[in-house]
């Protein structure tokens, strides 16, 4: 039952933060949340115990300074000039589609030197700190 799991996994998270702050035993409270929550993810039997699974984990994650930022802001890093990268990047699209490789190429390579890595896939050009 994933509401009697969630239970657990918050008395186990509660224990160990009362427990003089153990970080250790409370992490490691998290990556048994972490592993049932994907279990529940890929099953999805239940969405709504599902939500309140995740939200357990995340208020718990939070409370250890984890997960304050969504994954691509994260990775974004602290970007100066976004709006200069997605410039560059728009540009390097538009080679791309004129078939400027030597173009888009140069781009490419223009923000790897700024530290900036491009991932293409079929939605689109997603880009991160490198």
């Known amino acids: 039952d994933s509401d009697s799991a969630n239970g657990a996994l ?3 998270f509660c224990q ?4 003089d702050f153990n970080t250790a035993e409370a992490v490691a409270a998290l990556f048994d949340g972490c ?4 279990k ?3 099953d999805d039997a239940d969405h709504q115990a599902t939500q ?3 939200a357990s984990f995340i208020a ?3 409370m250890l300074g984890l997960l304050q930022q969504d994954a691509e802001t994260w990775f974004q890093g602290d970007a100066v000039d976004t709006v200069a990268i997605e410039a560059l990047i728009e540009a390097r699209v538009k080679a791309k589609q004129e078939r400027d490789f030597t173009q888009a190429d140069a781009i ?4 790897l030197g700024q ?3 491009l991932e293409d896939s079929a939605t689109g050009t997603r880009w991160k700190k490198a």
């Open 16 to 19: 160990a933060m009362n427990d």
């Open 35 to 38: 592993r049932d929550l994907n």
């Open 40 to 42: 529940a993810l890929d």
């Open 108 to 111: 490419r390579d223009e923000l």
């Open 10 to 12: 918050l008395e186990s």
């Open 115 to 117: 530290g900036i890595v």
């Open 60 to 62: 718990m994650a939070n």
């Open 52 to 54: 309140q699974q995740a």
